[in-house]
Structures are given as structure tokens and as C-alpha cells.
């Protein structure tokens, strides 16, 4: 959320402009979501800190930053499994990316398409 | 990422079972993708807590827990913009959220029917 009376709130140049100005959270992420660009399925959330934007940018490829291994990594790095990026969207306040991308195999490391194989109801999950 | 050696990791239960284990943040928070039932389009991103989650299975309208304002608020609230959830899944982890909602109106308080209206070329963002 935004302050009008705040002159060092830089929500308006974020929300309007065209410069890319990230907001990284404390530990200095984005929320990445990633979703086939082809099938529009969603496949998967990661994070991403400046270097991993700018990997991704530069190779094509999808690289996140693992906050349990607190490393960059490629996505694909060891199952081959890439993400070929065609396009990098950015939300209102910037703190959130879209990447639409083709995925060389699975997305999830269990070797499902999306890592979102399951439905919740109540308590319970089921595979979707 | 998980360690096999580890007898107190739940991460093969979270990754396979059927019990609803979200794996909260330090904040308490999952990360929550919202993407449109009928066009498919990813709408917004968000963050919930367990009272969140709770709430949006109760009343079947998004809500999400903000970090700025520190408190619970339904989607829409203000704007009338609600989001109605068909279904909700869970990523292999658990730490992620994927809503799939038939949006009122706008998802993005800006207007925009997506929050990410905008797409990254080097350092600069133009309309999608």
C-alpha cells in the first residue's frame, strides 16, 4: 500500500512508469511465477533476487534464488528440465514477476508438469 | 529443498500425502498466485496467513494478509472487485497457493484487469 503524502514514495513512478525499479523484499526477492507461455498453465513459484533477474535476462534462461540453499540456481541446472523465458511481466508495485516461459520438461522436480498437482478441499488434498 | 537424512523433515508427507500442510514463512505467509478460471490469465499475487486461507474457504472470496498494512483484507473489499475462488491448489512444497477465481472486475487496483500490465525489455517496462 501507497502514501499520497509520503514525497519519498516512489509508488506512482512503480505503479506508472516505465522504468524497471524491483522491490525486493528484506531479503532482497520478488515472487517469480512462472507460467507456460504456450498451455497458460501456471507451473510454479520461486524467487528471485537481482542476480537471478539478471541471468535470466542475459541467458534466456530461468534462474531463481533457493532461500533453503540460499544460492542462485538454474532452473534445469541438474534434471535438464530448463525454462526457456519469452517474456518477463511485471506487476503494479513491482514486487512480483510473471515469467512466461517454455519448459523443456516437467516443472516440478516430483517430474509432474506443473507444481501445482494438487486440489484442496477442507483439509485434504487430491491430485488435480 | 530437503535433506533425506533428516527424520524430523516432513517434506516427502508435504510432497506426496493428502493432509494440507502449508508451509508458512517466517511472517506466517504463503505466497498465492491468482490466475482467471475462464481466460487463464495470472491476475495478481499475493500473500496469505492461515487466517487468510481460512476465510477465503469459508466465504468462497479471496483474502490475503498484507504485509504493508499488516492485516487481513478480502480482495475487493473497497472496489467491490472480488474474486470468487473455484479452486485452490497447493504446490509440491506447500508453500505456494494457486487460486483460480472468476474476478468482479479488475484484479489490479490500478484498473488493469492483471496486475501485470507491464512487460521488462533491458531496464524498461512497456503496456503488455
Known sequence: MTSDTDPFDNSALREKGSAFMPKF??????SAVVQ?????????LAFMNREAIACTQETGLAHFYSRSRQRLWQKG?????????????VDCD???LLLLAEPAGPACHTGA????YRQ???E?????
Open 124 to 128: 485434504s488434498l487430491s491430485p488435480v
Open 120 to 122: 484442496l478441499s477442507g
Open 94 to 96: 513491482q514486487d512480483a
Open 25 to 30: 523484499d528484506a531479503a532482497g526477492l520478488v
Open 77 to 89: 541446472e541438474s534434471s535438464g528440465n530448463v525454462l526457456r523465458v519469452k517474456e518477463i511481466r
Open 36 to 44: 507456460d507461455v504456450a498451455s497458460g498453465r501456471v507451473l510454479m
Open 113 to 116: 508438469t506443473s507444481c501445482f
